[in-house]
């Protein structure tokens, strides 16, 4: 619960469905769930952090959101690289996030751009 009151106050979204658990009962999802951002967010700290890494940003991404992530659910995101330009640092991956039980709760592709970043002054150092 602490990532969705932490992307609303980010975003703004105070959705029912992810505060009201007596309507979000009452709903297909049967409980809260978390904001799609909070699902896709852990795709970002993937691609920022490991691949392609630190100095890349998404271009453009194409996600379905195919299963809702419930408050306190365990997702795992993993992205694979399907296309590297060899022009310019660009790459395209297709990306996935899961739930504990294996579910796909969004697919799709994204485009990165790998910024160089120079090493500070005392990495230089070392």
Known sequence: MADVEAFT?????RNPLHYDEAAAQ???????????????????AI?????PGPGS???????????AVAVDEEIVGRVEVTKVREDKPIVTLQT?????AGDICLSGSAVTYTVPLQ???EEALD
């Open 96 to 100: 996935t996030v899961r739930n504990a």
């Open 9 to 13: 106050a980010m975003t703004g979204d």
């Open 57 to 67: 940003v998404f271009l453009g991404v194409e996600w379905k959101f195919a299963k």
């Open 47 to 51: 691609v920022a952090e490991d691949l």
């Open 26 to 44: 009452r709903t297909v999802f049967g409980g809260l769930i978390v904001q799609g951002g909070v699902t896709s967010g852990i795709l970002n």
């Open 119 to 121: 090493a500070n002054s």
